[in-house]
């Protein structure tokens, strides 16, 4: 499995990015993907998931409304749409994609990474 993300960068606040991740080596379109971030001293978080149909699921409430994620199933890829984003949103970026098929996404350990991708809101 190999996840590679793209699209991290500086931006001021109220800008936007668009983070993209590529992924391969496994079935994509029949596992659930999302993104999670890690901000300077504090333990990583899931912040979005999105269903192997597309049912997306915002974790922070504070992204709902300015992020938005997607799939691509033909492509195998991954967005996340930030707009709005506040100096909050710093951090290091990661896509994660869900290798268990169990009824709930990122409910076991079987988790695949990306290398991440920073983003800093200053």
């Known amino acids: 499995v190999q996840l590679v993300e793209s699209g991290g960068g500086s931006v001021q606040p109220g800008g936007s990015l668009r983070l993209s991740c590529d992924a391969s080596?496994?079935?994509?379109?029949?596992?659930?993907m999302g993104w999670f971030r890690q901000a300077p001293g504090k333990e990583r978080e899931e912040i979005a998931e999105i269903k192997p149909r597309g049912a997306p699921r915002y974790l922070v409430d504070s992204v709902r409304g300015r992020f938005i994620i997607s799939r691509d199933n033909d492509k195998n890829t991954l967005s996340l749409q930030m707009d709005h984003l506040e100096p909050e949103d710093t951090g290091m970026y990661y896509c994660?994609?869900?290798?268990?098929?169990?009824?709930?996404?990122?409910?076991?350990?079987?988790?695949?990474w990306g290398q991440g991708t920073q983003v800093t809101v200053s």
């Open positions: 994660a994609a869900d290798l268990a098929s169990g009824a709930y996404c990122f409910s076991s350990d079987r988790i695949a």
């Open positions: 080596g496994y079935t994509y379109s029949s596992n659930c």
